[in-house]
């Protein structure tokens, strides 16, 4: 039996996930994402945002113009990152925060009014499970241990931890549990579901229908494909090599050391097609001072 191609493409890779929340002048899906998931009232929903990075296609050898989260701000100036994070790093709470502590405090420079600072809302899509609670979607914010209050409310962030949504299609409620369903399992639907009302998921099933792409947006969607797999091969196959190790400690030990030179080639390789520095740092977990030592050691 012939098997069937695709319809659409894996939402949670980097280049789809951009064109499709990420384009300028196509805010339908993005506003109607970040009002599911935030589960926003009727009077307070996001009418109009302002793509702040906007979507270009990439050069796969350039990929200093690829870039990883989108960054939206509404009429009122409030700014929100909307991340697609694929696989967990070392620290990866401790990076959230300083990412999300830098871009609020980037909104003014030395000298400039604190009441200049708009409040940053953080939306991070995880395929991993990142906390011991069962659902799939959390909230976190700043409040008085006491009371449960909130007076801080400049920084907020929001998790959706995709492994622990196994809804089928016939158990979605609402919309945060549509736009789950669609990043999570687009990749493998034979055709568009018949009851999607909502006009911005509708939106997003039509860009990530392979129709409708390019064949240089495709060449670059297969080209994060295979930086995603290389990464997760090295990383197996150090843990593989780690376990061959007698003891407890020297499994923990070869995992370390395993995973972290297998991270120095890939930055390496990513360095020498050209990928910024950031951008290596958010793919292999490496610091910004070990991909620059990288590079100077290796004259790349």
């Keep these: 039996m012939k098997k069937e191609n695709p319809k659409f493409v894996d939402v949670k890779n980097d280049m789809a996930f951009h064109k499709i929340f990420g384009t300028t002048g196509k805010t339908e899906a993005l506003m109607s994402f970040i009002n599911a998931i935030l589960k926003l009232p009727e009077e307070r929903k996001i009418t ?15 990929a200093k113009s690829i870039i990883i989260d989108i960054k939206a701000r509404d009429k009122d100036k409030k700014e929100y990152i909307i991340e697609m994070q694929v696989a967990d790093i070392v620290a990866f709470d401790k990076r ?3 990412y999300v502590a830098k871009n609020f405090a980037d909104q003014i420079v030395r000298g400039e009014p604190y009441s200049k600072l708009n409040p940053v809302i953080f939306i991070g899509i995880l395929d991993f499970n ?7 979607l959390s909230t976190h914010k700043t409040i008085n241990v006491e009371t449960h209050e909130s007076y801080l409310t400049g920084i907020e962030y929001n998790f959706v931890e995709l492994p622990k949504f196994t809804k089928t299609a016939d158990e979605l409620t609402d919309l945060a549990d549509e ?14 579901p018949s009851d999607i009302m ?6 997003a099933y039509a860009d990530a229908g392979f129709f409708s792409w390019t064949k240089e947006e495709l060449a670059a969607y297969d080209y994060m494909i295979m930086i995603q797999q290389d990464l997760k091969g090295r990383e197996e196959l150090a843990v593989i090599k780690a376990e061959q190790k007698s003891t407890e400690k020297g499994i923990e030990k070869g995992i370390e050391k395993g995973s972290k030179n297998e991270k120095i080639e890939i930055a390496k390789k990513m360095l020498q097609k050209g990928f910024s520095i950031e951008v290596i740092a958010e793919v292999t977990g490496l610091s910004v001072e070990e991909i620059e030592k990288i590079k100077q050691e290796n004259q790349l």
């Excluded at 109009?48 to 270009?56: M, S």
């Excluded at 736009?179 to 568009?192: E, G």
């Excluded at 909502?198 to 939106?203: E, V």
């Design 48 to 62: 109009f945002l302002e793509i702040l990075n906007p979507y270009q296609l990439p050069n796969v050898q350039d």
């Design 96 to 98: 959230v925060q300083y």
């Design 130 to 136: 990142y906390s011991p609670s069962p659902n799939y």
């Design 179 to 192: 736009w789950l369903y669609f990043i999570k399992n687009a990749a493998f639907l034979k055709a568009l």
């Design 198 to 203: 909502d006009k911005g998921l509708q939106t």
